[in-house]
Nanobody, 120 residues
Framework: VQLVESGGGLVQPGGSLRLSCAAS????????MRWYRQAPGKGRDLVAA????????NYADSVKGRFTISRVNAKNTVYLQMNSLKPEDTAVYYC??????????????WGQGTQVTVSS
């Protein structure tokens, strides 16, 4: 199982970045996909989530209206489009794949993270 994030970097306030997460080794289209972030000295927080077929999404209040999560199941890839970036968006961003099996437990996979730094 692999989740490989890319697209992070340094951007000025107000700028945009698009993160990608390429998945392999599991049935991507059966998994809820989520983006988390962890700022220095803080816990890992949920940023956005998308259902397995992409029909529903959910966002943290802090990013609503600025970030968009999407997925292309044919490419085993989930994206996070980040617009109007703020210094407080600076964090390591992690891709997560989750599937629950009716009372039999869950599969929960993580990527290695990609750094996003918003600074002038």
């Amino acid at each position: 199982v692999q989740l490989v994030e890319s697209g992070g970097g340094l951007v000025q306030p107000g700028g945009s970045l698009r993160l990608s997460c390429a998945a392999s080794g599991f049935t991507f289209s059966s998994y809820v996909m989520r983006w988390y972030r962890q700022a220095p000295g803080k816990g890992r927080d949920l940023v956005a989530a998308i259902t397995s077929a992409g029909g529903r999404t959910n966002y943290a209040d802090s990013v609503k209206g600025r970030f968009t999560i999407s997925r292309v199941n044919a490419k085993n890839t989930v994206y996070l489009q980040m617009n109007s970036l703020k210094p407080e968006d600076t964090a390591v961003y992690y891709c997560n794949a989750l599937r629950s099996f009716d009372g039999l437990g869950t599969n929960n996979y993580w990527g290695q993270g990609t750094q996003v730094t918003v600074s002038s």
